[in-house]
């Protein structure tokens, strides 16, 4: 597929739309599709960064309308008119072929700006987390840890994918790495501190804390480490104060080995914007600054969660708060990394990429295969336990709670193991899994509807999907002989029957 992201970074709106983009980005393009950014100028290191991963870059004009920090309508520095026609000519440059995907993360874009790039592209995805704004888009992901459809349903303008939850959280390939190290532990001596406020941090909270710090109460047994991102404007600043502080510290600028840091780290300080779930991802316990309106939402969901602690920017005035915060981290250390550990399964991009290679859009009715999570288990368990179910599988007892669930997380983390959820109209419908057999490029397909959406055409929808999703795949499948619907089913989908149990569907001709 050819897909178009436009997204923006600067000091003042930050670098978290970029960033997660660039993670969907690697693993779109590692997924063989090709990929082009369109952005306004953006700062060196960004560039280098995608440039590192030989993603194409088309800048945009310098805006000419000011941008402000706390306005995010402004933040396209132009009318979303003149963005968008600019767009359409970048699109135009790069590929005379029609674009399959375009990729849209900016606060300063609806759908009036996404209403008039619809003649560019077959779909526009949308990843917003404000939930304020009307959408044209067919896909729309919210990665808001407390984010329901319903906080959507009056902005979508046309028939929309929600893809919303930590199970769409975008992360990069180095925090699945890290986490694979982890080994979280209650500190004992120095507190090793980390301070990450961001790719930009404007307004400098990371020399504001670090003055907190200075005259706290936990001051004399603390290691610091502070890391400033990419569009952070106050370095030199910051590196005369760190050569005075009578707190031993390091300070790095614009890291690509984040997860490292925290990894170290016992405890952290940061913002509450896309780096939160990196710390939660990695299980570490963080008092969470909240800097701007759109990350209220975030700091009390981190907070109910028991994940982390929230503190707004104006209680900040003196030491105490911050103090407060950091002992209650401490005392209650091992709930909150536990709280941690069942929140992300670090699996986001993929899931996004199987949507978006898996959705089909047909007389208003939008599905799409979502790679299942640990939260789908009890759904699964549910249809399972359905005697309808039981009735044709070749294994006929019930499923046990306890031994479905050891099952499925031993699946879960199996790569020869592959199982999708089939959603439709932002319904969970059915489940269908593809298991690798001896022979390379060989797979066992088996698939269940809920009972529920029986006879709706969702069993035959999933089935064109997986095959979307590995076109050159041989597909097995076993069914008994009794079971006549399914033997329609697989019939239907050009599966020949091999003996009496065992058909068979081989790929598609190439041509096609």
């Known amino acids: 597929m050819r897909i178009a992201i436009r997204a923006d970074a600067s000091a003042e709106i930050g670098t978290g739309h970029l960033m997660r983009c660039l993670c969907l980005a690697k693993s779109l ?17 960004l560039k280098q960064q995608l440039a590192a991963y030989s993603l194409p870059l088309c800048e945009l004009a310098e805006a000419k309308l000011p941008i402000q920090q706390h306005a995010p309508q402004t933040w396209l520095g132009r009318s979303q008119d003149q963005d968008a026609q600019l767009t359409i000519q970048a699109l135009a440059r790069h590929s005379r072929e029609s674009w399959d995907w375009l990729i849209v993360d900016h606060y300063a874009i609806d759908q009036h700006w996404q209403s008039l790039l619809l003649q560019q592209v077959k779909d526009i995805l949308v990843i917003d987390d404000l939930a304020n704004r009307q959408h044209y888009c067919s896909m729309l992901i919210d990665q808001g840890l407390k984010r329901k459809l319903s906080d959507y349903q009056p902005l979508l303008s046309s028939p929309s994918s929600a893809l919303l939850g930590l199970d769409y959280c975008l992360l990069r390939e180095e925090f699945q790495q890290a986490k694979q190290q982890l080994q979280r532990k209650p ?9 990450n406020m961001g790719g930009a941090d404007l307004g400098n909270m990371s020399l504001k804390v670090l003055h907190l710090l200075e005259q706290s109460r936990f001051a004399a047994s603390l290691s610091l480490t502070i890391i400033t991102g990419a569009a952070y404007p106050y370095q030199e600043q910051l590196q005369q104060q760190l050569l005075h502080s009578p707190i031993p510290s390091q300070y790095f600028h614009d890291v690509s080995n984040m997860a490292q840091h925290l990894l170290a780290a016992d405890i952290a300080i940061g913002a509450c914007g896309g780096a939160a779930w990196e710390r939660v991802a990695l299980q570490l316990p963080s008092l969470c600054l909240v800097l701007a309106e759109n990350q209220q939402a975030n700091a009390r969901a981190l907070q109910d969660y028991k994940v982390a602690q929230a503190l707004e920017e104006l209680e900040l005035s003196t030491p105490h708060a911050l103090d ?53 288990s009890e759904t699964l368990l549910r249809w399972q336990q359905h005697p309808n179910t039981r009735k044709f599988a070749l294994n006929p007892a019930t499923p046990v709670p306890d031994e479905h669930h050891a099952w499925f997380k031993q699946a879960l983390s199996n790569p ?19 298991s690798q057999m001896a022979r ?6 088996s698939i269940y509807i809920a009972p529920e959406h029986y006879q709706q055409g969702f069993a035959s929808v999933a089935l064109t999907q997986i095959r979307q999703l590995l076109p050159q795949a041989f597909f097995h499948a076993t069914i008994l002989p009794a079971n006549i619907p399914s033997k329609k089913l697989f019939q239907s989908q050009a599966y020949i029957q ?3 149990q065992s058909w068979l569907q081989p790929p598609r001709p190439i041509h096609d």
């Open 29 to 45: 393009a590692e997924r063989g599709h090709q990929i082009l950014f369109i952005c306004n100028p953006l700062p060196l290191s």
């Open 324 to 376: 407060k915060a950091i002992s209650h981290l401490l005392t209650d250390y091992a709930s909150i990394t536990a709280s941690c550990e069942k929140l992300i399964d670090l699996n986001g991009s993929s899931r996004i990429a199987v949507a978006m290679e898996s959705q089909q859009i047909n007389q208003q009715r939008h599905a799409y295969l979502k790679l299942a999570s640990p939260s789908d």
């Open 498 to 500: 091999v003996n009496q």
């Open 416 to 434: 020869a193991e592959q199982i999708f959820i089939i959603r439709v109209n932002n319904q969970d419908v059915g489940c269908v899994r593809t």
């Open 187 to 195: 500190p004992k001596q120095k507190l090793k501190l980390l301070i």
């Open 440 to 445: 390379f490029g060989h797979y066992l397909v």
